[in-house]
């Protein structure tokens, strides 16, 4: 509908409504007082022909039931300071736990690949002589730590 019609129509009056009491006659109906709808008022026509929709009021960033006092939002800034040095703590222990886990897996490869090592020299030579070879390795791998 074009904006003229819209202003148009707004201005026509508008009907009261009258409503029929059960088990009554069409006379005492016209005698009774007609009963009046509250309308809410119309400011005038909507260009988007959306009468029906709810006025918006104006958007007031500022009010006062809103705000938080300064020491409520300090207590919520503690709390959340809190919450994320507890968040970091479990963090590290979770790093800290996979690094264990790591070095422990690594400590273990690093014996049975000795034992390995060790087992095909025993192969090949005498008991007496590897046990020398190992008493070697030892001292050098003392000094190579110091």
Not at 17 to 39: D, F, G, H, L, Y
Not at 48 to 61: E, I, L
Not at 115 to 134: G, P, S, V
Request: no cysteine; proline share 3%.
């Amino acid at each position: 509908m074009k904006f003229h019609k819209l202003v148009a129509l707004s201005r026509i009056p508008r009907k009261k409504v009258t409503t029929k009491p059960r088990n009554t006659k069409m006379s005492e109906v016209a005698a009774a007082t007609p009963i009046a709808v509250a309308v809410p008022e119309i400011k005038g026509a909507r260009v988007n022909g959306k009468q029906w929709k709810q006025t918006k009021t104006q958007f007031r960033p500022g009010m006062a039931s809103g705000r938080k006092t300064f020491e409520e939002r300090q207590v919520e800034r503690q709390a959340y300071a809190a919450m994320k040095a507890r968040e970091k703590e479990m963090k590290d222990e979770k790093i800290q736990k996979k690094k264990e886990l790591s070095e422990k897996l690594k400590e273990r490869r690093e014996k049975k690949e000795e034992k390995e090592r060790y087992e095909k020299l025993a192969a090949k030579m005498h008991q007496k002589k590897i046990d020398r070879l190992k008493r070697r390795e030892k001292r050098n791998k003392a000094l190579k730590e110091r």
